[in-house]
């Protein structure tokens, strides 16, 4: 099992960034995949999650603001973000279900850093 994230950056506030993660190594249909985050100096955050079903849900802080969707097809599962704020910045992982083969993974990270 294998994810590898990518489309972090630095943009001002009232920016977007669409982070994508790249999974491989398992049945990625058969999975929810989650995206959480982790700002410096704090406890790991989940943010937004997608069931295999395609139904969605998100922590409160970003709804209407974040967007996740997935491409069965290309593994691939996406978090666009729009309207972004400095309290967004952070590393943001994506993470498996429990169920994979060998447990829940998460992969290496990519960095968001919002400024005012």
């Known amino acids: 099992v294998q994810l590898q994230e990518s489309g972090g950056g630095s943009v001002q506030a009232g920016g977007s960034l669409t982070l994508s993660c790249a999974a491989s190594g398992f049945t990625f249909s058969n999975h929810d995949m989650s995206w959480v985050r982790q700002a410096p100096g704090k406890d790991q955050e989940w943010v937004s999650n997608i069931d295999s079903r395609g139904y969605t849900y998100y922590t409160e802080s970003v709804k209407g603001r974040f967007t996740i969707s997935r491409d069965n097809a290309k593994m691939t599962v996406y978090l666009q973000m729009n309207n972004l704020s400095p309290e967004d910045t952070g590393m943001y992982y994506c993470?498996?279900?429990?169920?994979?083969?060998?447990?829940?993974?998460r992969g290496q990270g990519t960095q968001v850093t919002v400024s005012s």
């Open positions: 993470v498996t279900d429990a169920t994979v083969p060998g447990g829940p993974r």
